[in-house]
């Protein structure tokens, strides 16, 4: 795909996008697309201002340039000067002759009513945070569609890369059996001291050696080995199931299991585990999502947060070629594995603002429908009154283990999307082992998230 012919029409006209959110991702976007021919970035929404201050000088915007505005009145002025504006108050945006807005707040309440804002005022909707997606995604979608707008993950995040990749194999015939992520963390084994070190953690791996390879055992069993050998390592992350979440929304792929099979597995290995179990693997069928945590040594090259499908081998003198030439295969020569290895955050989401802007285009899913909802176990008994409280890097719930279920209707015992019971109170307990339902948590008044939700439901559950 030659980008620059796809593209063309870059730097004809001024696309002008909004970002919402200043974090590891909002700051990577605002340096990329200072470099972008025909991009300009002239606003970001942020509970910090100081953050996005500090991000556009990385990005070579001089200090007197920025506006931190408090009125429509400073808003107007500093948007006809050309100024980079900053607001900690979103709704001062709305109206702004913007082409497209960035959702990356990963703030569920706070996302919904940012991508209301954005359709509203009749801006392409690019959406990076997940938390927002996983809950009511189909219905943004939709909304976007009916006004002549685009909604679409963003372009570098895994979700909307393997998505890509999903798509580019069915456009060829190929046969998809699995596709999925590594999580964000490698599980980087140092045989001399015989550890395992993931995302800063050190753990003794002692024997991890005799399973390094799998020979000719069964798959599962050495994967059930490797696991109990390195339980005190994270092994599922809330992200990694939300992420999949959407990839099932968009293409009709789903998990076999709630919370995913997660090998511990070299890369080399995904052909051999992630397939059917009639074809040696751990899979019960095809077009199955699942996640693994690459294991490598120091010296080996990372998957974290790559993307990958395991395909069929049809013909098998093509893919004995491609094999000499480095591509993995399975034991016995039935599937192949293809990835794209990493996944650079905000720095390629301009691509998924000019195929909005020029093409018209989402690089996610283009017409997404509620597959799989992102639901949440109790690990431990939680009275009546338990606060679900959302923090940390990731966004987790303290207590609540999540998983993938068969999306529903967000009412009465069905299941509570994880993001919807977010910063909300128990009205009655929950067992450890149950999952929480819509019934026991305390409705939000004017929740924009779950009134959505309930539009979403209405549309597509009716």
Do not use: N
């Given at each position: 795909m030659n980008y620059e012919i796809l593209f063309g029409?870059?730097?004809?006209?001024?696309?002008?996008?909004?970002?919402?959110?200043?974090?590891?991702f909002g700051s990577s976007f605002l340096f990329q697309a200072r470099r972008v021919k025909g991009l300009e970035v002239p606003l970001v929404i942020t509970r910090t201002p100081e953050r996005a201050i500090e991000a556009w000088e990385r990005a070579g915007v001089p200090r007197e340039e920025i506006t931190v505005a408090e009125s429509e009145g400073e808003v107007k002025k500093a948007f006809e000067q050309g100024r980079k504006i900053v607001l900690a108050e979103g709704s001062l945006a709305a109206g702004l002759p913007l082409d497209v807005l960035v959702?990356?707040?990963?703030?569920?309440?706070?996302?919904?009513g940012y991508a209301e804002m954005a359709i509203e005022s009749g801006w392409h909707l690019i959406m990076v945070s997940k938390e927002v997606d996983s809950v009511i995604g189909?219905?943004?979608a939709a909304r976007a569609g009916r006004q002549g707008l685009v909604y679409s993950q963003a372009e570098g995040d895994q979700p909307s890369l393997l998505i890509g990749l999903i798509s580019w194999a069915r456009v060829l015939g190929l046969e998809v059996l699995a596709a999925g992520k590594s999580s964000e963390y490698d599980f980087v084994f140092d045989p001399a001291a015989r550890t395992v070190t993931s995302n800063r953690v050190t753990v003794e791996a002692a024997g991890l050696e005799k399973l390094w390879h799998l020979g000719q055992r069964r798959a599962a069993e050495v994967v059930r080995e490797r696991s109990g050998l390195l339980a005190a390592l994270p092994q599922r992350a809330v992200p990694d199931l939300c992420e999949m979440g959407l990839v099932a929304n968009a293409t009709g792929f789903r998990p076999d299991r709630p919370c995913l099979h997660a090998p511990v597995a070299r890369t080399v290995e995904i052909p051999d585990l992630l397939c059917p179990a009639s074809r040696g693997g751990l899979l019960e069928g095809e077009e199955v999502l699942d996640i693994v945590n690459c294991l490598r040594r120091p010296d080996e090259a990372s998957l974290g947060g790559g993307v990958f499908i395991v395909v069929r081998v049809e013909d098998e003198a093509t893919w004995r070629v491609l094999e000499a030439k480095g591509h993995p295969l399975d034991r016995g020569g039935r599937q192949a594995l293809l990835y794209h290895p990493a996944h650079l955050l905000g720095v390629e989401t301009p691509v998924s603002i000019l195929a909005a802007a020029l093409l018209g285009q989402p690089t996610g899913g283009e017409r997404p429908r509620p597959v799989c909802d992102l639901a949440g176990r109790a690990r431990q008994d939680l009275p009546a009154g338990t606060l679900l409280a959302m923090g940390g890097h990731h966004h987790l719930i303290e207590g609540v283990e999540a998983e993938l279920v068969e999306a529903a209707p967000a009412r009465g015992d069905n299941p509570i999307p994880f993001y919807l019971m977010a910063n909300r109170r128990l009205k009655e307990e929950v067992r450890a082992g149950e999952l929480i339902t819509v019934a026991k948590v305390e409705a939000k008044e004017?929740?924009?998230l779950a009134r959505l939700r309930a539009e979403q439901d209405r549309r597509f559950f009716s």
């Open positions: 029409r870059a730097g004809e006209r001024t696309i002008r996008a909004g970002l919402v959110g200043a974090g590891e959702e990356g707040s990963g703030h569920p309440e706070a996302g919904a189909p219905e943004l004017g929740s924009v």
